[in-house]
């Protein structure tokens, strides 16, 4: 069954979204927590909204944000432990909801047994082969000295992400997101994909890629997408300058991923500013998800977009946190203030439901403009939907719709 064809994902991340501490450390002593089963009083509020999976971003024991992993097979003690997971993972199931989980297998803490046996047995040690290195010392991801790399071309090192990804997929999660899957390449990750997708066939597996050739990373690792980000640019940067050109250019290439596979589209996510602060004219934040919903791929929301959350990734200490806010502890606790915006994305999320097709849609444009464009949507069987934006100042016939200034509409 191919359930991704009918996945809208909730992207949270759990650290922050619980209010964790800062640091393992700061624990003190005190224990494990049992945060996890805070996410399970949202998934209802998943629901309500439209969408059927929960993205989470790092959940296994690391010395501070997640992404500097100290053991990959314990839930970190801030969150909870095993049983609290798995009864996350079956509360979802039991909804329908399926889970997929932020592998950081490109590199781990500086404090991880495989780094420390590492630095002390050296480069050419058999430990020191589960690094990378220059020359004496090791190498670390963006400069960051607590994230050692891990050298990914190594058969004892695949055999081990191996064994961490099926491990959990054996209790009951359904994909993969591959954190910095950019950095050692797409030919490294093909025996690992390989022996992970002989095993569990229907695990959804995404790369996080940046920049570059999408389908080649694709074609060389075996994933069954990849981070869209040069859309999600297009989208924010295109509306903000009044200049579709850049949208339509953007539509394009992604048409051609499409023919080979589904990218995961986003206006939002926790590595970069949140889509309200994003967006200048907040009138054009409706645009922004309509393109989202509207266009082929896997679509994700990234928690709290939704809500009209705002925030602003900074280049420095900390500087994801205005991005990765605490939650309250259910939906009750949020402000009335994001009720319009969250109107317009279930809105929106009803829509993509009632057009299942849209997930493989082919694309064509028209009417382009600096500030127009109609989005020809079509379905392998027939199924059309067309897409109109305007961006001016007043309003504008497009694709034979009136659509008002600074607005969208649809029609099928």
């Known amino acids: 069954m191919d359930w991704v064809a009918s996945a809208i994902w909730w992207h949270c991340f759990p650290l922050r979204f619980v209010g964790a501490e800062d640091r393992l450390d700061d624990l ?46 314990r839930i970190d003690p801030r969150l909870g432990d095993d049983a609290d997971f798995d009864d996350l993972v079956e509360a ?45 010392y090791p190498l670390c991801f963006e400069g960051n000295l607590d994230l050692v790399d891990l050298n990914l071309d190594e058969p004892v090192v695949q055999d081990y992400v191996v064994d961490v990804m099926t491990h959990w997929l054996g209790r009951g999660v359904d994909g993969w997101r591959l954190d910095a899957a950019f950095a050692p390449g797409a030919a490294a990750w093909r025996p690992i994909v390989e022996r992970v997708k002989a095993r569990h066939p229907d695990a959804w597996l995404v790369g996080e890629v940046l920049q570059g050739d999408y389908l080649e990373f694709v074609e060389g690792s075996g994933v069954d997408s990849v981070t869209q980000y040069e859309l999600w640019k297009a989208i924010w940067s295109s509306l903000n300058d009044r200049n579709l050109y850049e949208l339509e250019w953007a539509l394009q290439r992604h048409a051609m991923f499409c023919q080979a596979f589904r990218p995961q589209t986003f206006v939002g996510n926790h590595d970069v500013t949140r889509i ?36 602003e990734k900074l280049d420095q200490p900390h500087g994801d946190d205005a991005v990765r806010p605490p939650f309250p502890p259910d939906p009750s606790g949020l402000s009335p ?19 299942p097709w849209l997930v493989d849609a082919a694309i064509s444009t028209s009417e382009l403009s600096n500030a127009t464009l109609a ?21 504008r016939t497009v694709s034979g719709m009136s659509v008002p200034a600074h607005g969208f509409q649809h029609r099928p």
């Open 92 to 136: 979802a199931r039991d909804r329908g909801i399926r889970t997929c989980l932020d592998g950081v297998f490109n590199h781990v803490s500086r404090d991880h047994p495989i780094v420390r046996r590492a630095l002390a047995g050296g480069p050419a040690s058999e430990d020191g082969r589960w690094l990378r290195w220059q020359g004496e």
């Open 375 to 395: 989005i020809h949507l079509n379905g392998g069987s027939g199924e059309q939907l067309t897409l109109a934006l305007n961006v001016s100042d007043e309003a």
């Open 28 to 73: 003190h002593g005190e224990g494990q927590q049992h945060r996890l089963p805070r996410l399970t009083s949202w998934l209802d509020y998943l629901i309500e909204l439209g969408c059927n999976g929960l993205l989470l971003g790092p959940v296994f024991a690391a010395t501070s944000h997640g992404y500097d992993t100290l053991d990959y097979f």
């Open 337 to 355: 203030l994001g009720r319009g915006t969250h109107e317009t994305y279930a809105g929106l999320v009803a829509l993509r439901r009632r057009h």
């Open 276 to 311: 309200a602060t994003k967006i200048d004219d907040a009138r054009h934040l409706p645009l922004a998800v309509a393109l989202l919903m509207a266009l082929p791929g896997v679509p994700t929301v990234y928690a709290g977009d939704e809500q009209a959350f705002t925030g």
